[in-house]
């Protein structure tokens, strides 16, 4: 067989597992297993398994993924979020639309810890909904607000999504996370003025609010959220300084949440221990699509698969230009029906070798497709973000509400991807003054 028609059958192949509801690091591996072993032979299989198990389950640039996501589980299951959302509103939530923005804001600042998307959209549903009712705010637009901001968490450093970017292509996770700083900034920025300018040409989407805070009140919420920050300042600077990898500030990070939490007294056994039991499964479900997806990368080298798509696209005279073009619409298309991680794991064997050969820059190919999945993210019919906003708010919430609420976010998100595919300087500034790269 043709080795690209190979490629395109393996792919299709996955595709129709899932649809029918097959777990994704399983469709991954079924079609993997079964390829390797008409074509090579079980003893190849067995090593080659063994081999890339041992990899993903040992390495240590691997450890970023459970620290980070233990660093989230901890704060988010000690009220951190309250005392951001509290401190942002106290400031800004005498304004139209005040509690919009204090959301936007202080999802921005949880993302910094966090770095699921997922988790993000959850809390903040269980944290702000309740004061968007109280108020008086559009329901609607008030939760496209919630899950337009969760996305800002697979962008705002620690995302895990840039970290698997970094470990399928082999790009610095370090020079990745900083990358994504001024993206996110951007992001939360273009909220915010989406926000402004809908409760200007719509009042009713947010009533004026009599409510006000003294300056007492302000610095008081700045006070409850001091370690929090602190704690970003540390993870962040000592990666964009060299003086820690990506891993160790993953450790750094978590082991902070955890000082955080007993400091402020909110640390309890039963909640370490359900931070713990989270981080497991969250960390084995992606260590096993990361095993799954290494293994079809390594069929489709092995086939010749991958050099030949290159070699066509290459040849066929396919410039950054097209094939950029091709990877927004590609993307933007499967992010309404598949997951991020799944979306990463089998696409970027296809496209990555060709952004190499295009001489195209790897971190500003990353940003982009993290913001492509951003988008995915809040996008109906099959927005990941959505659904989790929808099941948090416990039934207040349709779906079909929730889907017109987010549409002005989704054109903000895109304007937002305009600007990074024409100014990649910046995605590419900040790594570029990186230390110790």
Known sequence: MDPTLFAFVAFIAILGLIAFGIPVALSIMTVTLVGMYALIGDAFVLGTVRTITFSVSSGYSFAIIPMFILMGEIAGGTRIISDLYQACYRFIGGFRGGVYNATVLASAGFAAISGSTIVNSAIFT?????????????????????????????????????????????????????????????????????????VRLRPSLAPVSSERFTAREKFAGLLDIWPA??????????????????????????????????????????????????????????????????????????????????????AGGFTPFTFMACVVIGYFIFGMFMDPVPMLVITLPFLFPTVLALDINPIWFGIIVVKLIEIAAITPPIGINLFAVVAASDGRVSASELFKGVQPFVIAELLVLALLLAFPSICTFLPGQMMGR
């Open 126 to 198: 269980r944290v702000a909904l309740p004061e968007i009712e109280r108020l008086g705010y559009h329901r609607g637009f008030g939760v496209g607000c919630i899950a337009a901001s969760g996305a800002l968490a697979a962008m705002i450093p620690p995302s895990l999504t840039m970290v698997l970017y970094g470990i399928l292509t082999e790009t610095s996770i370090g020079a990745m996370l900083i990358a994504g700083i001024l993206p996110g900034l951007l992001t939360a920025a273009v909220l915010i003025l989406t926000v402004t300018v809908s």
């Open 229 to 314: 920050a602190l704690l970003i300042l540390i993870v962040l600077g000592g990666i964009y300084t060299g003086l820690m990898s990506p891993s160790a500030a993953g450790a750094v990070g978590a082991v902070g949440a955890f000082l955080i939490a007993l400091l402020k007294r909110r640390m309890t056994w039963p909640l370490f221990v359900s931070s713990l039991k989270k981080t497991a499964t969250i960390a084995a479900s992606i260590f096993l699509i990361l095993v799954a997806g290494m293994l079809f990368s390594r069929l489709l080298l092995f086939y010749g698969s991958v050099s030949e798509l290159t070699d066509v696209l290459t």
